[in-house]
């Protein structure tokens, strides 16, 4: 009779019963959670293998055996008990509340400081409920002394306690991320690390370090903001003889080969006067300024060459008669079958051109205005798939010949670029109809090649392989 009227046997029933099925509750929410890649599924695990087995002790304890609360064990696991609860906070305040937070939310933005300053004051809070319940401690005294060391701290420290309070003010405000682009004034660079201190900045020559208090005080521009309008602007150098026109359609449409540029960018070129012209380009990030002003300028070299146009002010001695015969000679001659007169007809009305390494030679759609002989370099055709994907038809070398289609005068059905610098010979339409005609082997032979390069792009469209 004594057994129903004790308390300690209730508590012992209810933790032998509530144990096992609190157990079995929480692995089935675990392994469920997991399924889902939840981020609430640790929340779940340290519930089920430490916080529920260790409270089901301390009640076994105190409740069921009756060990009074004092004891120095039963102290110890509910301190342990303590930290368990606090972890479990930390973790589930993360999972719920930040994690999965929408990149636009307010909770993506704040700084990670901002979450540590949180973890800290409740870790804070929680030791101090710890060794004033648990322990007795009375924290009263603990806090007049704190606070009187805080202030002395803060004289003591008062310039490093503005910086920390500067970049936290300025780190709640946002106005840069990690990786975002960053112009000071004194450094350019990318944005690595953000401290309580300082921002590290790589500028590629070394990593800038950045009071926070200065950047809050000073100007400061994020080239990286808003997302998808970063352009660079680069100025070169004709000469005031140039017809400004030509230039500009020259530079603009160098600028729209580059591989940098981004997609739904159109690049456009102004003139500066004095013979000076900007050609402004869409990017996606900062991080292709250099390599995009280094193969605009290289590529910008070969086709002011191309197209008669000097510069800054430097003229193209290149296409010399000497040279203009030798290629006749020893590649067109062989691909056309040309006899010395007619070797010798070609000499005025050809002209040796040069083009940089990736530089387009071709572009699909383009009707030909003649035939490109290659004397040196490799040129590759490709073809776009339906996929929009570039495939690569055939590699053409020394010897080798483009524009087939203006003796048709149709539009190129593949494009072409060169793989290294290419020289090649140019000869326009006119001056050659009347050689081809005359063979009616070298028409036929033209036939062949032009309709296995169409077949290869029909093939390539559709996905096959190309040999």
């Known amino acids: 009779m004594n057994l129903w009227h004790s308390s300690w046997f209730y508590w012992a029933v209810g933790i032998a019963v509530g144990l096992p099925i609190a157990l079995i509750f929480l692995t089935e929410l675990h392994h469920t959670l997991l399924r889902r890649n939840s981020r609430l599924a640790r929340v779940a695990g340290l519930l089920r293998n430490y916080l529920v087995p260790l409270g089901a002790l301390l009640l076994l304890l105190v409740k069921a055996s009756q060990i009074p609360a004092g004891d120095v064990p039963v102290r110890l696991l509910t301190t342990v008990f303590g930290f368990l609860v606090l972890l479990l906070l930390l973790s589930g305040l993360n999972a719920t509340v930040f994690e999965g937070a929408p990149e636009d939310s307010w909770r993506k933005r704040l700084p990670a400081i901002f979450l540590d300053v949180g973890r800290f004051a409740l870790i804070g809070v929680g030791l101090v409920l710890i060794l004033s319940y648990i322990w007795g401690v009375r924290v009263g005294g603990l806090f007049t002394a ?274 290294d610098e290419v020289t090649a010979l140019e000869i326009d339409r006119e001056h050659l109809e009347h050689l081809v005609m005359r063979e009616p082997l070298l028409l036929q032979n033209f036939g062949r090649i032009l309709g296995e390069r169409q077949s290869k792009v029909r093939k390539a469209r559709r996905g096959e392989l190309v040999g």
Request: glycine letters at 8%.
């Open 146 to 419: 704190l606070g009187v060391t805080s202030v002395v701290i803060g004289l003591m420290l008062q310039n490093s306690v503005g910086q920390i309070v500067s970049g936290l003010f300025m780190l709640f405000e946002q106005p840069f991320r990690l990786d975002d682009w960053l112009d000071t004034g004194a450094a350019r660079g990318r944005v690595v690390e953000v401290n309580w201190r300082a921002v590290h900045i790589d500028t590629g020559d070394g990593m800038r370090v950045t009071p926070n208090s200065v950047l809050a005080t000073t100007a400061f521009t994020n080239l990286s903001r808003p997302a998808g309008s970063h352009k660079l602007a680069i100025t070169t150098t004709f000469s005031p003889a140039d017809p400004p026109d030509q230039v500009c359609a020259v530079l603009s449409r160098v600028a729209l080969g580059l591989p940098q540029l981004r997609s739904d960018s159109v690049p456009r070129t102004v003139p500066l006067g004095g013979g000076e012209y900007r050609t402004s380009v869409g990017l996606n990030s900062p991080a292709d300024d250099g390599a995009a002003r280094a193969t605009f300028l290289r590529w910008i070299w070969y086709a002011a060459r191309r197209e008669d146009l000097r510069l800054d002010n430097s003229d193209d001695d290149y296409s010399t008669t000497e040279r203009v015969e030798k290629a006749v000679r020893t590649v067109v001659a062989p691909a056309l079958r040309l006899n010395a007169d007619e070797q010798r007809a070609l000499h005025s009305c050809a002209r040796l051109v040069r083009y940089g390494a990736g530089e387009t030679v071709e572009y699909p759609g383009q009707v030909p205005t003649g035939m490109t002989f290659l004397i040196s370099g490799r040129v590759q055709l490709t073809a776009t798939a339906d996929d929009g994907s570039l495939v690569p038809i055939t590699t053409l070398t020394e010897g080798s010949f483009l524009g087939l289609t203006a003796l048709t005068r149709q539009p190129n059905t593949a494009s072409a670029y060169a793989l």
